[in-house]
């Protein structure tokens, strides 16, 4: 998925964080978002990975794009320490947990899929997909922003 989908899959995320009351706060938006473009911290030319280009390259160099960052091992890693540093998860580690689920959700939808179990090369990847930069990805993301206005 290209970046402005990975943005409408994180405005996702929080929308239905907010209707579940699991986040409420306006805060949890930027976070949300960030985190939904973080696992393409892998690709050095995507729209985070050219803002942090010299990291981006040393973990494409290491794990590839589609690597370990599209796993839930990261994910996990994160979950624990909050939940060992804080005792729970703080409304601002679930809005970026948020977005990075949202993420791995539309790659999930691409015909490369994700690699859920990283380091085991198994790829996950729904039976019904649609290619990056398509037009089917652009019906996706158009239909998710209008269900979400509908029913805010």
Do not use: N
């Not at 909050?82 to 948020?98: D, E, Q, S, T």
């Not at 090369?121 to 089917?136: D, H, M, Q």
């Not at 019906?139 to 206005?149: G, I, R, S, T």
């Amino acid at each position: 998925m290209q970046a402005r989908s990975h943005l409408i899959f994180g405005i996702g995320a929080t929308w239905l964080m907010h209707r579940t009351g699991l986040a409420a706060s306006v805060h949890a938006w930027p976070l949300t978002l960030l985190g939904a473009l973080l696992p393409d911290i892998d690709h050095p030319k995507s729209m985070l990975g050219q803002r942090v280009q010299p990291l981006s390259l040393a973990i494409a160099g290491v794990f590839g794009h589609r690597g370990m960052t599209h796993s839930l091992l990261p994910l996990a890693l994160f979950i624990v320490a909050c939940v060992h540093g804080f005792g729970h998860m703080p409304a601002w580690a679930l809005a970026l947990a948020a977005g990075y689920v949202s993420h791995l959700l539309a790659d999930w939808l691409t015909p490369s899929g994700v690699p859920l179990c990283w380091p085991l090369r198994t790829r996950f990847r729904s039976p019904l997909f649609v290619t990056t930069g398509s037009a089917a990805e652009w019906v996706l993301a158009a239909a998710l922003a209008f269900a979400m206005w509908r029913w805010w």
